[in-house]
């Protein structure tokens, strides 16, 4: 049972114009929610995060915006430039019963193709 | 420079043969994690320390097997249970138990996991 699901496997925009990568979950304990982005044979890179309490969060070029009632949230990608080519990963954590936050749950993946 | 490292980069078995991959970090984090990744599959847990000489097991540790000896390190073994092991494993860790970003994981580098 998935309980991060990026439903776009690929997606493809051009030089300049927005990229917008959807995710959706089912966990209503989830309450951190983090961007990867990963190149082929290495390792992800964190880029981007927000906390349950907010709807937006703003780092650059990147803005993460979280739906909680749609239990969903997207990761902008403005202007998207030729290096931003990559897997971007969602992924969730939420509390355990013991309260830490430690585990992440990870979405499949979306493969973002940025055209010159 | 802080960071995590894992080798080797490629890693070959023959059947029956257990085999360990190897993580270190020298970020001071608490929490550390070992992924497995499939092609065109997210990132599946296998094992996780939130600290020294502590783990519990993902979603999929059969086959698998860790020790948490010390801080830095977190190794991996590839037993002859694990029944197909040819994957891309990632190693990453986190604050984790307390502070603001104590969810946020950072990744190594990957070890490629092949068959003979």
């Known amino acids: 049972d998935q309980q991060v699901k990026q439903n776009s496997p690929s997606l493809s925009v051009q030089e300049g114009r927005i990229s917008i990568l959807n995710c959706d979950y089912t966990n209503s304990m989830f309450d951190y929610f983090l961007w990867y982005k990963k190149y082929p044979a290495e390792g992800p890179t964190f880029l981007i995060s927000i906390s349950s309490i907010k709807d937006k969060n703003e780092d650059g070029r990147f803005t993460v915006f979280l739906n909680k009632s749609a239990k969903h949230l997207s990761l902008h990608i403005v202007p998207s430039q030729p290096g931003d080519s990559a897997v971007y990963f969602c992924?969730?954590?939420?509390?355990?019963?013991?309260?830490?936050?430690?585990?992440?749950?990870f979405g499949k993946g979306t493969l973002l193709t940025v055209n010159p | 420079d802080g960071g995590i490292t894992q080798s080797p980069k490629y890693l070959f078995r023959k059947e029956g043969q257990n085999v360990t991959l190897s993580c270190e970090q020298n970020?001071?984090?608490?929490?550390m994690y070992w992924y497995r990744q499939d092609p065109g599959q997210g990132l599946r847990l296998i094992y996780y320390?939130?600290?020294?000489?502590?783990?519990q097991k993902g979603d999929i540790a059969e086959g698998y097997s860790v020790s948490r000896e010390k801080k830095e390190s977190f190794p991996l073994t590839v037993t002859s249970a694990q029944k197909n092991p040819t994957a891309f494993y990632l190693c990453?860790?986190?604050?984790?138990?307390?502070?603001?970003?104590?969810?946020?994981?950072?990744f190594g580098p990957g070890t490629r996991l092949l068959v003979l």
């Open positions: 992924a969730a954590s939420g509390r355990n019963s013991g309260g830490s936050n430690y585990k992440l749950t």
């Open positions: 990453a860790s986190s604050p984790g138990t307390s502070g603001r970003g104590r969810e946020t994981q950072y």
């Open positions: 320390s939130q600290i020294v000489n502590d783990f």
């Open positions: 970020l001071n984090h608490d929490a």
